[in-house]
Every structure is written in structure tokens, then in C-alpha cells.
């Protein structure tokens, strides 16, 4: 279990869940990067990004969450992230990057969205 | 007075280390009395340097040396309310100039970590360490009523809810 | 190989910084892939060494040096298999000996940092540094099973349970 | 409210509630001990330790409450423990005290005790 870095759920045919487990910082970045871009490959309808195992992001995990929303773009996946706590969101503000994604409270929301 | 560092922390240039960095950080100015989201802020302005010292001065390479100094700072009444912290390398020296951070109109991945720094804390000062590497200091200001006095006084109780004066 | 500190701290020796002591040493053992309960055990032995440094050795005076070096131990396939930590104070020397821990069948208070050290870790050595102060050595291992590969290895996702062989 | 370290609670006429709001180590246990022998000098029928705040505690932690504990059976006061995590529970452990107080899971189960 302790290895376990980031988690994939699918739900239902057209949507996928991404849930990093735990900080994600330049150590873990690149493992939450290769993740995102294999389930983009498949062009799923809407990636989740669930973050409320999430304490900590700092701008390796920004940059690695504004590439994978690049990538989405272009392959006409909608991505959403939900599960933010107040430090995490800070940096998004810090980062000015709150309006630059679709950011929902809780995975329930985010499924309705 | 604010002469020696109250912490010095010597460590290897591998991201494994960096959340052991920031817990240290922050468990600090949680202790000096800082507020929680202050103390995590300051812990994230530690981890971007850091970062960018593993990536833009070591490239890399997880086996160079990284240094970290705290001073707490104090007012008049020697009661905590701020922070200071220097992070030095021995990568090669760059012009501090080039520590600006980009614009963050152009949403890119990358060009963050400047702008977090100097959004973050109070003071940033990017200079060429004496011989070689560089060397950062950051000084982050707190206000008064975030900062209870936590380092010396060890033996108060109150009842019932805090207030900013306490 | 095992050399050079990963990590090295000198703190002061004022009891508002064992909490950010603790929170270092436990982060990085958490990241070496330790469990969550070996990580507060070996940051409890840490905490309990500190805080005899500060009481026996400067009798709770708050401006005095203490270091703590740390390295991560590794298995033949080089896998974090434990952790050695070393603790140095500029105190004056005993002999030790004395460095027993009282007998836990006589109820009181104090005398249990020792005994919690020797019973946390599974190497304890203590002794004269070359010419002023104590030094104690430490050293925890971690089964296998609780150790995955964290340190070096930085692209890894599992689906799914994890499990000890992982 | 960041400085509030230990929180006393009245409940009833003879209860008391001590809990400490945070790691109790030689850092906060002076604070700790003053308030316990404060609330033990007005002999209290019983003195519930709540724990459930305290994420660690070391044994300058534990020699605070092996004292309180005297003080207590001198006193006629019964002292309860309750609230521990794994850890604070596993330093009991480590120290052979476990057995040395009575320990109830909740607070809730403290006061019936
Ligand atoms: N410690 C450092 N050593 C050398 N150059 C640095 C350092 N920190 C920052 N820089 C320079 O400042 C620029 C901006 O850094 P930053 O805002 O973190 O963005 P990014 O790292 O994504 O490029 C970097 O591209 C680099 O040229
Ligand atoms: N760092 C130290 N420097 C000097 N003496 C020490 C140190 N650590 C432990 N000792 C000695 O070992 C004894 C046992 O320590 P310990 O088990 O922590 O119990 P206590 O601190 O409650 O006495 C102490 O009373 C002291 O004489």
C-alpha cells in the first residue's frame, strides 16, 4: 500500500478518476504526469482529477495538472478537479490558475458536472 | 542578535527530501505561532526553492548539497513575528537578474516557482554566493495577532476561545 | 557508500524545535517507505535523545548546538531497508555507563527516555566525541515488506491493492 | 486560538475534562502539568484525560501524567484516560503503562466509566 502513489478508477464507460495519494511534489510529479497521459491516450469523454487525499501541491504539480488540461483540450476531454483543501487551493490562487480549470467542491459534484 | 541561525539543515539535492524539508519548515512557524496556512505557505516558498535548485543549478544529479538557515525574527518585545531563511547552493552562479518569473498571463507548464517565492514571502534576494553557487534569502512577516508568543513562554493556559491578544 | 549524511541538522537546543525534529525525521523515513508507525517510533527515539540533550546535558539551556545526521540504510538491490542516525551535543561527557534507562518496574516519572530508545531502535551506542560532548549512535531495520522502493525510484504507479512484494 | 494549548472542561460537579489540544512534549507537558495539578488540588471525583487532540507524545509526556496519577490516588480522585491514536497508544506500550492507568476508548466511555 505504501507505494502506492496515485490511484485510477473508471466510472462507467466515458469517465475516469485520477487520485494522487498523498503530497505531490517534483518527487512524485512525474509519476502523477505518466498516469495522466496514459489515460488521456485513450480519450476518455472527462478525466476527474479527485485531490482530497492531496495535502500538498506545490508548482511541479501545477505544471504537470496544466499540461495534462492542454492535452484534454485538444483531444475534446473535459477535465475537472475536485477534493481541493484550503492549501492546495491556495497555490492554485497563488498561481492565478483557479479560473484556468473547471474546480468543483466533491467527487459527487464533479460526477454530476 | 538575529546573528546565529536557529536551524541549519544540510541536505542531498534528491526530491525525496523535500517533504522532510517542508514538515521542518513548517512545524517551525507553526511553533513560533504562526497560522496554519501561513506556515504552509512559507513551507511551499522553501520547497520551490529548493526545486529549483535540484533542476536549474544540480540538473538533477541527487547527490550535491543543498543548505537551509532559519532565524526567527522578533519584535520589540521578543516575541516572534516573522522569519527568516537562506538556501544556498554550489551549482553553478547564474545573474540573479534571470530569477524573475514569468508572466502569468501565459498559462504554461513551468516558470512557477520565482513567481510563488516572491508572491509568498515579504523579501526575496537572489545573489552569487562568495566562491561559487548561489544564495537565496526570504523574510516572511507576520502580523501581530497570528504570533502568540510560542518559543519562550512555556507554561500558559487559557480557557474557553482564544483571541488575537492573547 | 554509507558516508555521507543525507541529511544534517544543527538546531538549538530549545525545546520548540523537537516538534520540527520529529516532523523531519518522520517525513523522510515515511518517504524511505517505512510504515506510518516504525516513522513515529523512530522520530520518537530522535525526540526523546533531544530532549536528554537538553536536560541532562545543558540543563535546559536554550542556546546551545545540537546535530543530527541521518542515512538511509540500504538493502544489496539497494532498496531503503533502514535508517542510521547520529546525535551530537557539546555537553559536558559521562561516562556512558549511566546511559541505562531505569528499571520500568518502578512506576515514576522519568528515566524512560533511554528505555525508549533502546527499545525503538535496534543498535544503540553511545559515546565520548573526540573532545567535548556525547555522541549517540542509532540504527532502526525495517522489514522488507515495508519497504518499497522510494528513494530513487520516481515513476511507479500501481492500480488496485498494493501488496508487501510490490 | 493558536496558543490555546490545554482546554479544561467542567462536566457536572465532580468531572473534569483535561485535554490537551495538540503533541504533548517538554515543549507544551510544563503547561500540561500545571494545569493538572490545578484542577487536582480542587479534588475532582473523577479526571478525565481526553486525548483525542494529540497526534504524539513523548515521555516527558507520560511522566507528567504518571504524576498526575499519584497526586490523584493521594486525592481520592479516579483519573481516566481516553482518546488515544495508535501512537500515543503504542508509547504507553513501549513504557509498560498501559496496565499502570485505566484507558477507554471515548470520551463518551470515560464518563460512564
Ligand atoms: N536555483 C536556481 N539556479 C539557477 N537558476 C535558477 C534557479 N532558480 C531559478 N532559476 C532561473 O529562473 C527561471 C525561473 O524559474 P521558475 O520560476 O522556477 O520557473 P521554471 O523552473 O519552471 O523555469 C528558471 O528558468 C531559471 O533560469
Ligand atoms: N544526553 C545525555 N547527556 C548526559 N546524560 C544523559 C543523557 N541522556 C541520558 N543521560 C543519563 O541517563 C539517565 C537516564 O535517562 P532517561 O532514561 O532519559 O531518564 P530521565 O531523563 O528521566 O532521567 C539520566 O538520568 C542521565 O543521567
Chains 1, 4 share one sequence.
Request: proline share 4%.
Amino acid at each position: 500500500m505504501a507505494d502506492e502513489v496515485v490511484r485510477v478508477d473508471r466510472d462507467g464507460s466515458d469517465t475516469v478518476v485520477i487520485s494522487p495519494l498523498g503530497d505531490v511534489d517534483m518527487s512524485c510529479s512525474p509519476t502523477l504526469r505518466t498516469t495522466m497521459r496514459e489515460q488521456l491516450d485513450a480519450r476518455p469523454r472527462r478525466l476527474i482529477v479527485n485531490l482530497d487525499q492531496v495535502g500538498y501541491m506545490d508548482s511541479s504539480g501545477l505544471a504537470t495538472l496544466v499540461e495534462a488540461m492542454r492535452t484534454a483540450k485538444r483531444h475534446g476531454t473535459r477535465v475537472v478537479l475536485c477534493g481541493m483543501n484550503e492549501k492546495v487551493r491556495a497555490i492554485f490562487e497563488i498561481a492565478r490558475l483557479h479560473q484556468f480549470f473547471t474546480i468543483v467542491e466533491s467527487l459527487a459534484e464533479a460526477r454530476e458536472s | 542578535m538575529n546573528d546565529r541561525p536557529h536551524i541549519c539543515v544540510e541536505l542531498l539535492s534528491n526530491p525525496a527530501y523535500l517533504s522532510g524539508a517542508r514538515e521542518l519548515i513548517s512545524s517551525v512557524c507553526k511553533r513560533l505561532g504562526f497560522d496554519d496556512l501561513t506556515c504552509s505557505k512559507v513551507a511551499l516558498a522553501v520547497d520551490e526553492a529548493l526545486c529549483n535548485v535540484i533542476r536549474h543549478g544540480y540538473k538533477y544529479a541527487e547527490d550535491r548539497p543543498i543548505w537551509i538557515r532559519l532565524w526567527p525574527l522578533f519584535d520589540a518585545e521578543h516575541r516572534p513575528d516573522g522569519v527568516k531563511l537562506v538556501i544556498e547552493d554550489e551549482a553553478e552562479q547564474v545573474d540573479p537578474e534571470t530569477m524573475k518569473g514569468r508572466d502569468l498571463d501565459d498559462i504554461k507548464p513551468g516558470g512557477l516557482g520565482v513567481h510563488i517565492i516572491r508572491d509568498v514571502m515579504d523579501e526575496v534576494c537572489y545573489e552569487r554566493r562568495e566562491k561559487v553557487g548561489m544564495r537565496l534569502t526570504m523574510i516572511k512577516r507576520v502580523p501581530r495577532c497570528c504570533t502568540p508568543m510560542r518559543l519562550s513562554d512555556r507554561a500558559r493556559v487559557k480557557r474557553g476561545a482564544g483571541d488575537c491578544d492573547g
